[in-house]
């Protein structure tokens, strides 16, 4: 493969990278190695500030000097992220290779120190993970905050209008597949509005609980506290991991624990559910002709049937959600879990998180290009409704219990289940009936696409 294949989206591994390329491009600056470099930069520069600011170090950086080190990442570019994996993989200037990612973003670091930083200060008593913990995190917030809530609340709002302009829109229910109490459209939108906006609480909460560790080698500051016995490394260091917005974790083992990323990534599959639940709902009524689709102009919905508008922007959602979740899954299970004090085989792992976010933010797109082409078919609504007369038997057996009757859930069975129920039929019941004709009159008005109960007014819960 040549340099101009290596480069094309048409030559990607990943659909990721390639034919979704242009959708998952928000994320880059957070899920690429480049800026995993970038981040961790930012933890190495900001420690040996930290360093600096002890009374126990002779280390001394005045303003002029922090300002010129914290260009190192907040100017990071490409170039410089080519020099790191450069260090790694070939060595560079006095560096051989190291074969080690870290290690590579000190010795950038050393490049980029000012005159009179002494560069044994750089990563002085810390372990990779002290790093990369930290680094990970401060990605991932910005990635979901940024990124993945914005187009959640997309979708949120694309329900949202849909429950209320639709509100008043009857629609027959279905439970276990079969025809139920009637409902609204609207209402219907409602509820997932609702259980989205519960979602998004989730995942913030999850955010924020985001934690980070800097304890060394063994979670033990043995390296710290053998330097400088009298510092109060336990301080400093939930002094530096707060002041990088993190909340800090103070027992751990070489590793974060990684609780925190398991607890985020639960919360971004619970919304998942929520949108899976509502791709399928929405094909089902894509399917039943409830729901009418906007063609696009110029698009094909099948290569042999040219009459076909087909739901695939709910089926790419509900499959790209799908695999998120198969992922987000597997990373909060393995996360969580090393060997003794360390092993090394999440750090490949934490590597695909980018990737589960990804397919996220594919599948939130989606659906909210799907939500966009829907219109609710009234009349095939109507119509079902008035095919469905049996569905009023829940009325009228609670009006007749109201009544005293106590034979009323017997009388309607015996009407209307397994068969097929006329108005008429009902109506011919209740002149039969033993009531009062305020009642009588109160059945006969009966019907079901009027035996919505209190759908429209539900809509106004979505923001309760």
């Known amino acids: 493969m040549n340099q101009e294949q290596r480069s094309d989206p048409l030559y990607a591994v990943s659909p990721l990278d390639g034919r979704y390329a242009g959708r998952t491009a928000p994320l880059s600056p957070y899920a690429s190695e480049a800026g995993l470099m970038r981040a961790r930069v930012r933890v190495e520069v900001e420690y040996l500030l930290a360093l600096a600011e002890l009374d ?34 070939e060595g560079y200037g006095p560096y051989d290779a190291t074969n080690h990612d870290v290690k590579a973003i000190e010795y950038f670091v050393r490049e980029g120190l000012p005159e009179n930083v002494g560069e044994q200060w750089i990563h002085f008593g810390l372990t990779s993970e002290d790093v990369n913990n930290l680094a990970h995190r401060l990605l991932l917030r910005p990635a979901v905050e940024e990124v ?43 509820v997932y509005a609702a259980r989205l ?5 989730r995942i913030q909460g999850a955010t924020n609980g985001l934690s980070g560790k800097l304890a060394g080698a063994s979670g033990t500051y043995a390296a710290h506290t053998v330097a400088y016995p009298d510092v109060d490394w336990r301080a400093f260091s939930r002094e530096f991991v707060e002041g990088l917005g993190l909340k800090h974790v103070a027992l751990t083992t070489q590793v ?3 609780d925190d990323l398991a607890e985020l990534f639960d919360a971004l599959r619970g919304a998942n559910d ?13 399917s039943d002709r409830y729901l009418g689709q906007d063609a696009v102009e110029g698009e094909t919905g099948s290569s042999t049937m040219p009459h076909k508008v087909n739901p695939i922007d709910f089926e790419n959602s509900e499959g790209n959600l799908s695999k998120a979740n198969s992922d987000l899954g597997f990373l909060g299970e393995y996360v969580t879990k090393s060997r003794l004090q360390r092993d090394l085989s999440d750090s490949t792992v934490k590597r695909n998180i980018g990737a589960a976010l990804a397919h996220c933010l594919i599948g939130y797109g ?26 009023i038997g829940e009325a009228v057996q609670t009006v007749l219990r109201r009544e005293g009757h106590t034979d009323a859930y017997e009388r309607v069975k015996e009407l209307s289940r397994g068969r097929r129920t006329s108005l008429d039929d009902f109506r011919e019941l209740f002149e039969e009936l033993d009531v009062d004709e305020r009642t009588r009159e109160e059945l006969m008005t009966l019907t079901p696409a009027g035996y919505t109960g209190l759908a429209s007014e539900l809509v106004d819960d979505v923001d309760g």
């Open 366 to 391: 989606k659906c909210e290009t799907g939500l966009s082409k829907v219109t609710p078919n009234e009349r095939v609504m109507r119509e079902e409704l008035e095919a469905n007369p049996e569905v």
């Open 274 to 286: 929520v949108l899976l639940d509502l791709d399928r709902d929405v094909w089902l009524y894509v």
């Open 197 to 201: 906006g519960r979602a998004l609480g």
């Open 56 to 89: 126990a170090t002779p280390l001394v950086i005045d303003a002029e000097r922090r300002e010129e080190l914290r260009g190192l990442y907040e100017r990071f570019g490409p170039e410089d992220a080519r020099l790191i994996k450069r260090i790694e993989t």
């Open 256 to 258: 974060n624990p990684c």
């Open 148 to 190: 993945l809530v914005p187009a959640l609340r997309e979708v949120r709002d694309a329900l949202s209008d849909l429950a209320r302009e639709h509100r008043d829109v009857p629609m027959l229910a279905r439970t276990h597949g079969q025809p139920a109490t009637p409902t609204t459209f609207g209402k219907e939108m409602a």
